[in-house]
């Protein structure tokens, strides 16, 4: 039976407290595969068969620089492989930035509180709560990992998936991703806060983490610099470097190690 979206909702009631100042309608190419000018934000439901469910929930943040989403292989097809799994997925279509640099994070922090609230209505364990990311999306998913609110409804996910994910906001960042995040001179405290690899303590949730090493576009060092900071504080996790494939592969099955990696995260997840 193929798997569809069982619902589109809004993030916010109402008018989000900040807004990105970006105009116009989203510009969406490709049948729905990517979305640049995002300004109101959604989550796109996606529920496993009950007969399969395992309780897990996992928040999707497709990636794009911060200026767009690739909507279809960072996020729908995602969701649908977690579904398969029994796994509930929601993708986050969160507002770009427009250097407005904590507009992402509001939005993530308000998807994981969402399902967190509504876990019996969604069939989940309010406990089971992770968090994908690709590409700047995966600096988006770093980020609510390390920058968390646990006063009222806890927004720190229970675990983390990073594929080929900006971290840091120093030397080995991701230009575009930056510059749309921070602005072209964004300030020392900036740089700090959002290089997510310095913002890792004992409490950032577990991780697992995929690149490629011939990726151009990130480079790997972010993932070691991110593995290196949970190890040094004690935090489970997993990074696997495929030998090929560049960037952005997503869940497109045409990439060479795609059965490897979803082996790899199905194994993981079963931790959690």
């Known amino acids: 039976m193929a798997i569809e979206a069982q619902q589109v909702i809004k993030l916010w009631e109402g008018a989000p407290s900040e807004s990105n100042e970006l105009t116009g309608e989203e510009i969406v190419r490709n049948d729905g595969a ?63 930035p427009n250097k407005h640099k904590n507009i992402p994070l509001s939005d993530a ?90 913002q890792v303590n004992v409490n950032t949730p577990p991780a697992i983490i995929f690149f490629s090493d011939d990726d151009k576009a990130v480079v790997p060092v972010n993932g070691l610099m991110y593995y290196e900071a949970l190890k040094n504080n004690d935090v489970p996790a997993a990074m696997y470097i495929f030998p090929t494939g560049g960037h952005g592969w997503g869940f497109r099955d045409s990439y060479a190690y795609h059965k490897q990696m979803t082996e790899l995260l199905s194994a993981w997840l079963k931790q959690y």
Request: charged share 15%.
């Open 34 to 96: 990517s979305i640049s000018n995002v300004s109101v934000p959604t989550l796109t439901v996606y529920l496993p068969e009950k007969t399969n469910r395992t309780g897990m929930a996992v928040v999707v943040c497709p990636g794009g620089g911060y200026s767009g989403l690739a909507f279809d292989h960072e996020g729908i097809m995602v969701a649908k492989w977690l579904n398969q799994e029994g796994i509930a997925a929601f993708i986050l279509k969160y507002r770009m």
């Open 109 to 198: 922090q308000q998807a994981i509180r969402h399902v967190r609230v509504h876990a019996a209505k969604y069939d989940v364990d309010p406990s089971k709560i992770g968090v994908c990311g690709f590409s700047a999306g995966g600096h988006l998913a770093a980020t609510v990992s390390t920058h968390f609110a646990t006063s009222g409804v806890s927004t720190r996910p229970d675990f983390s998936i990073l594929y080929y994910p900006v971290i840091t906001m120093t030397e080995a960042t991701h230009g575009g991703s930056r510059n749309n995040l921070l602005g072209e001179n964004p300030s020392k405290a900036d740089i700090y806060m959002f290089s997510n690899e310095k």
